[in-house]
């Protein structure tokens, strides 16, 4: 069987599972899948020559099986270098459990989701040299540090200068100090140190150490930190290369110890987040909007950088939370990259559907807690109902309200979220997103209660709570391409869930903090300052360069507030709702006037509420306003203002004029005329002589 040109391999496990060859080709067929397949019953083993046919016509594999993916691999390499193999669980999905004769459309769908090609998640490089700080107390920071420098170069600084034995052989060197401040990441820690002092290499009974310091900074690859104190950074266990186990449990130290002795050459971390800062609504013009992704970062990798936020993607854990709660898309989670979530979620949901499935159960988890629960469900207990479609993503942390809307609009009744107890007391991005999608559902008239936290730790209670759901009618699927922002995302499937459903209201009020939502100004107090224009970072607020006015598109704001708390006259007020009447697509103006025209010359210039209002407030209450000469001028357009300054006779700027200018001719000129008076007075003064005048 062909599907999306992978060759598909079925296995039903040495028939452990109740696979129907006719059944599942035929609700393939009806996701594009063509010709037949054999239903292997062991292809890791006796029928491994299936496989190794597969790969060697070329074309790519997806093997439904992942717990002998190795094995699989190791021989595609030997036969292919190059082969394309890629793996599905739909055992302990599907085939292991109680409902699994009823499981054909949930095994076809999770066929279907597997053969798409995903777009890989862009990644950085760090480098670890292996420069590690041992920071600890007493002899077990001390053993540590001596298991640690044989793999790499290490340096261990003693919390406090105790009673400790001095080791006979120094493997590495040795300090006291305590550690006030931490940053950086894995290749690029950096730590301050007070009370910094280098052991004495003749200490005998004791550890003795020289004259201390304060602030002294280091610089390292990797921290083991056996303090058993307040962690060097928030969420330690998120912090690569950082390694904080229990000093009171020595199977955690030992763990620590070896994780970290491997930790030598150049890593990948995925760049979990694409940032846009022209769109971030954090600020402007130093007023602050949305703190969002600021309130919820765990591991402080998001700072204010002004008018936007800065994230830094060496310290980001990827929790996605930043992502979830963004309400205008400027931060994206990437894992995976592009748009393949939603392909997946619609791939997925469409494919059951196709395939005869009904009141479709969107199973949200991770690999590590959710993927472990779901393999001791299928191996100890009944399995999933045949219902609930697992969808694993990298972290439950990183879907918002364009996720769940998107889900609804494209067939899942319910969904239901495995959170695990690394995810407590870090859901608050979360349920905000869950309960902004509860009031939407409701709103709509399909009613609330549609979306499930599971956080039980006993897999018996998860399974029960999962049979246990009631059954729930699903809206109409669409078939919409999920394209665009997360904006573009969120209002295509709304706008969706709203056609197909019944009540088809016009306006759903929603809760304050919601990220849609109109904006109201009182135009009695607005003088058209444009502002709140200026000040919008998604430009649902926007002018028009022919006439003073404030128009609004709706459907493009996001609550942010910047425009409220930029106004000058404080007449900015949000309503946070939906909107679906095609108004909200458009622009509807908010306030408009007339613009005022120059007393003296009649061009059009400013607003004219807001020149009269001027000129209102400052006639007679400031001695440059005390005549009405001067109130007049602030009625004139620029250039009128400067012309009546300078045609006044007290002209501030009034001087003296302008000497004529001298020149070259000048002064030969001059000397000209000297030259001839002199020679006069001389003709004069001979012709007296001569007359006896003398």
Partial sequence: MELRGKRVLLCNCEASMPLDADRLVAACQANGASGKSLVNSQLCRAQLGNFQDAVASGAPVLVACTQEAPLFAEVAAESDPQARVSF????????????????????????????????????????????????????????????LSEHLDVTLLLESDDEALPPPVTDSPIFKGRIVAAKGHLGAFGVTVNDHAAANPSSRARLEFEAPRDNVFSECDLILDLSGGTPLFPAPETRDGYQRPDPGDPLAVQKAVMALSEMVGEYDKPQYIAFNADICAHGRSRKTGCIRCLDLCPTSAITSAGDHVAIDPLVCAGCGSCASVCPTGAATYQLPGGDSLFDRLRTL??????AGGEGAVLLLHDERHGGEMISIMARLGRGLPDRVLPFAVNEVTQVGIDFFAAAFAYGAAQVAILVGADKQGRLEGLAAQIGLAESVMDGLGYGGGRIHLLDQPDPTAVEAALYGLDAREAAPAGQFLALGGKRSRVMLALRHL????????????????????????????????????????????????????????????????LCKNTCPESVISLVPRLNFTEAARGAQILNESEPFNCIRCGTAFGVKQSIERIAEQLAGKHYMFAEQEQIDRIKMCEDCRISVQFERGDNPFAGKDRPRMHTTDDDLREREIEEARAKLLKERAEEAGKNGEG
């Fill in 88 to 147: 599905v669980n739909i055992r302990e999905r599907a085939g292991w459990s109680d409902a699994a004769g009823t499981a054909t459309p949930k095994i076809a769908a999770l066929i279907a989701e597997a053969a798409l090609d995903i777009e890989p998640t862009p990644a950085m490089e760090l480098i670890s040299q292996g420069v590690c700080l041992v920071y600890g107390k007493g002899e077990q920071a001390i053993e540590a540090a001596r298991q």
């Fill in 349 to 354: 949901l469409g494919a059951y559907a196709k």
């Fill in 498 to 561: 709203h056609a197909e459903s019944a009540a088809k209201p016009d306006h759903l009020m929603l809760a304050p903090g919601a990220p849609f939502g109109a904006v109201e100004i009182d135009t009695a107090g607005c003088t058209l300052c444009l502002a709140c224009v200026s000040a919008c970072p998604t430009a649902a607020l926007h002018d028009d360069p022919e006439r003073p006015l404030v128009a609004f598109s709706e459907e493009a704001c996001v609550q942010c507030g």
